[in-house]
Structure formats: structure tokens, C-alpha cells
């Protein structure tokens, strides 16, 4: 299944990017550290799964029908899918997933608000509705960020740790490419490097709110908006993948 | 063909499935019923983009409407998206008394009416409610997030 036009090739992008990332997410459902915290991540997957879909039910509209929501999520493989490298990692421990949600929602907060001007009613729609979710999955992670950098020496570590870990996949949030260049011209988006100063002040300060260090010198890691991806991706897709691929007419 | 007030009627007959203390036309999910080609037209809209009730809503509407020989279609639509703004004071009341704080600035004890809370977490039961703690009469409760 390849996508022809930008339009499809950019919502494909976001929608990706929310799916694996709400995916990811879904796998702590039930080993949260405690019940509240189980049920926050529990809330904040689903949020992201709500948010694929909708982008999943444009493109299918952008693409005429011809493919169904389930077709482009369960019936892609690796190299066709374009989430950002940074979703795919794995949740790692607590701290991890944390750093992985603020560093993504901060993100998401900018892209929406910028979306929501857009000259593209679906898209416009998708956008209002969605930033609603997103000041709540930013507030959550920025708190919790704050708390394990200024909490115990233990705290500190693994929270810095795993900001230290995923930085290299945060540059690629900021990259444009040719698919973005039309759309821009006609306002429907905004460009994706565009996005980083406001981005990179907010986790800034966060991060010397919580005590913790801005890494420096990091080679960025790209590719994921081209379809190249890390080893995470594909065992990921394989398990999300297996049932509806092994037993095609399967109903709940 | 029956009037489009009867169809409303219908549809404020059908409870939320997960709060039944209100209906779903209180909630604000029916946004509107409009005639298209001698068929009603039922547009609905989520509360939270992953809101997995939504499509029992949607069940629901149709099993209601069947009922009475109605012939319908269910459209989603997200634009305007959904806010708490929509509730009446009504509803909020309803809220209330059922246990659940309702979405206002200021959040009260739904039991004892304190506003001495403590905030436990952004997310709760269902994605559209946040978690309190009364410091009053100390019991948990839950509180419709204003959005």
C-alpha cells in the first residue's frame, strides 16, 4: 500500500505516530506502579488511539475508501509505516515512559495548536478536538518529570537516563521534507522545523525546573518519516498484527 | 413521519451508558437531527476522541430509533469539538447528586459539599473525569474535567 499523495503521506505520519504510540502504551494496562497511575496511562493510550483513528477515517477519505481503517493499520508493514523513531522505543521503566510522553505530548501541543488554523476543515476539526487531550497528557508527564528530577538521588538518575536516551530521537520531530512543501504553500500545515525553538524552550525550562541536564552534543537518529525504522518497530507490529492477519474474517 | 421533536424526545430517553443519571442529549453528544431525503439524520459527536462509549451511544440511538419504525442515519461529526460548556445547570445538578463533581472552576465534594479537595490525578474511571480526595469528609470522589 503506498500512499500518493502528500496529503496522504503527511496525515499518515501523524496518524502513525499517535497509533504506535497509544499502542505502546496499552502494553502497561494493568502494571502501572499504582492504580491511579494504571488507569492515567491506560487513559492517556486511549486518547492517542482515538486520535489515530480520526486521522485514519481522513485518510481513508483522502484515499476514496478504497482502504478501511483496519487495512492501513493491520495490513502494513514496517516499511510502510512512518511514525517518528521516538514512539517505537519501548516503555522501558516508569521514568522512561514518562520522558517519552513529555517529550512527544510537548510536541503535540505546538503541532495542534498550529493545525487548528488550518485551511483544512478535517484537519482543523481533528486538531481542536484533540489539544484538549493533549494539555492533559503534557501536564501529567511534565509533573511526574518534575518530581523524579527533584525527587530521590535514584529518581534522578533513571529520569535523566531516559531523557539522555531518547533525546537522539527528538531531532527528527523537527525535520521537513518534500511531502510538507505544498501543503504548506496552501496552509493547510505549518512546517514541522518551525516547531522547535517554542519546543525546545518548554522542555529547557522544564528540565532546570527538575534539576536535570539539556544533553548536549547528541547525534540525531532518523527516519521514521521515510519508513525506516528501529529494530522496535517490527516485533511490535508483529504481535499488534498476528490476529487479523492469521485469521482474516475474525469478529470480536 | 414522525416530528423532530419526537426524535429528540427519543434520544433524552437514552441514558449515558456509563453515567445513566443523564442522558446522552444532557451530555451533549447528539449535536443535531436534521431531514435529509425523507430520513432523519442523527449527528453525534465524541466526548473524548477515544471515548470507547461512543459507539454504544451509537448502538443504543439505533436501537431506540428502530423500535419506533424510524428511518435514520448516524453521522460523527467533530466539529465543534465537544466541551462541558454545552451542560445545563440542570445536568450539572444531576451530576452532582449521583456522586460526581461537576465541571465548574471551583470543585466541591459532591458528598458533603467541602471545597477543602485534593486533586489525586488528571485521569480517572473514564477519560472525561479527574480523580479527588475530600479533606473534610475524606471520601474519593470524581470529578468532570472541564474541557
Redesign the interface.
Known sequence: MNFSTDFEKYIARLADSNLIM?QRLSELCSKGPYL??D??IS??A??????A??LYELLKKAGNGKYSVDDYVFHRNERNYYNLLLVEQDNGHFGKTMAKIFLYSTYQKILYSQLSKSTN??I???A???I??VN?HF??SRAWVLRLGDGTKESKVKIQESIDELWRFTGEIFESDYVENNLISENIITASNTYYDEWSKIVKDTLLEALLTEPENVVMLTGGKKGLHTEKLGFMLAEMQYLPRTYPNAKW | MVTKEAIWNLLSEIPDPEIPAISIVELGVVRKVDIVDNKYLVSITPTYSGCPALNRMEDDIKKELSKHDIDFEIKTQLYPPWTTDWMSQETKDKLENFGISPPTKIVKCPQCKSSDVELISFFASTACKSMYKCNSCLEPFDHFKCI
Open positions: 497509544g491511579e497511575e488507569i492515567a487513559n492517556i486511549l486518547d492517542y488511539l482515538g486520535q483513528n480520526m476543515d478535517d482543523k476539526a481533528i481542536l478536538k484533540s484538549k487531550e492533559y501536564k501529567h
